[in-house]
């Protein structure tokens, strides 16, 4: 009985003293996800991968803006939205502890501009997405002023886009070329 009891006074604590200790977690942990709103260029990849349904993104076009919103009593964890991010504006942390007294403070929202067509003026598409387009032109090694021309194009909607094209498309002429390869 003796030798038992020292066995077990020589072990020493084999728990971890949890609620008085701060749990450590390994490197990897898929903890709650930090989202940086200044680095988001309001995309919606990650709304599309999250299985959960916990991050959404809703447009109001009367108003002009994109709301992406967060809400931590749905996410499983799952690391996705960190994985489909091209800006890395959300991460996972090693953050784990979610208990609160009101069900609000698990909602997370920002709010970003949404451009309008320099044609019809319709909104399409959020302002830092086209200006982050714009900077990887700049990257890439195309000059500030390239870039900056080519601004238009990409403040046009796609179906602005579609109608300039169909209507360039006459001076194109392809019947010619179509009727010479059905005589071969």
Known sequence: MFKLLKTILN???TTVKYPFKPYDVCQDFRGKPEYNAEQ?????????????????????????ERTWSLF??????CGR????????AIRLSEEFELAVFNKQD????????VASCRICHKPFAPQKSIDYAI?????AGMSQEEAESRRSQHETCPECK???SVAHSDSVALGLHLNQEMTK
């Open 11 to 13: 072990v020493g604590d």
């Open 40 to 64: 988001c260029i309001a995309c919606a990849a990650c709304t599309m991968a999250c299985p959960a349904n916990a991050l959404t993104m809703s447009t109001d076009t009367a108003s002009g």
């Open 72 to 77: 931590l009593g749905r996410c499983i964890f």
């Open 81 to 88: 939205c960190e994985e489909v991010c091209p800006t890395r």
């Open 106 to 113: 698990l909602f997370q929202e920002a709010v970003f501009q």
């Open 135 to 139: 900077s990887l032109l700049i990257q």
């Open 162 to 164: 579609r109608k300039q």
